[in-house]
């Protein structure tokens, strides 16, 4: 599964590298949805299901994926730790969440503010983001950071 899907090219990277029987993308922005589903192939798109969620509120049943994949969703979600939360729901037991995720340093200036829509209260830095995997139970493991810029890694469900 993949939360936060946007136009469908992390997609395109899952089917490249994982071959997935089946794929579920999401993003709360329809127009994303639809996008992505205009993304993929016809092939591609007969193994994938497309939903609009709430990242904080995943309409799917607990512990259902093998994985779950965020390319840079979690720091625009208002209620992230609620995010972090149904990611680590939603996984199976040793499933995986592969992770790439933006601090506030990079995304907070005069050029971003006035591009893309980013909540400015509660946003998480390195320590915030670790501290909340730990709370939940989730490993990180295989992380490469970037001080004050972001992060790339595995999230392990224990």
Not at 102 to 116: D, V
Not at 140 to 158: D, Y
Request: net charge positive; glycine share 8%.
């Amino acid at each position: 599964m993949e939360i936060g899907c946007g136009r469908g090219a992390g997609a395109g990277i899952i089917f490249r590298e994982f071959r997935p029987a089946r794929l579920y993308l999401s993003d709360f922005d329809i127009r994303m949805v639809k996008q992505a589903r205009n993304y993929l192939d016809g092939k591609k798109q007969t193994k994938t299901h497309f939903c609009l969620a709430d990242a904080a509120n995943l309409p799917f049943d607990s512990q259902r994926f093998d994985a779950v994949f965020g390319f840079g969703f979690l720091h625009h979600v208002p209620q992230w730790r609620n995010a972090l939360a149904e990611v680590v729901r939603v996984l199976k037991a040793g499933g995986v969440y592969y992770l790439v995720e933006f601090y506030p340093q990079l995304y907070q200036n005069i050029i971003t503010k006035h591009l893309l829509f980013h909540p400015e209260r509660d946003r998480f830095k390195s320590n915030d983001l670790k501290s909340a995997f730990e709370m939940l139970d989730l490993s990180l493991a295989h992380a490469k950071e970037l001080k004050n810029m972001g992060i790339i890694g595995i999230g392990i469900k224990r």
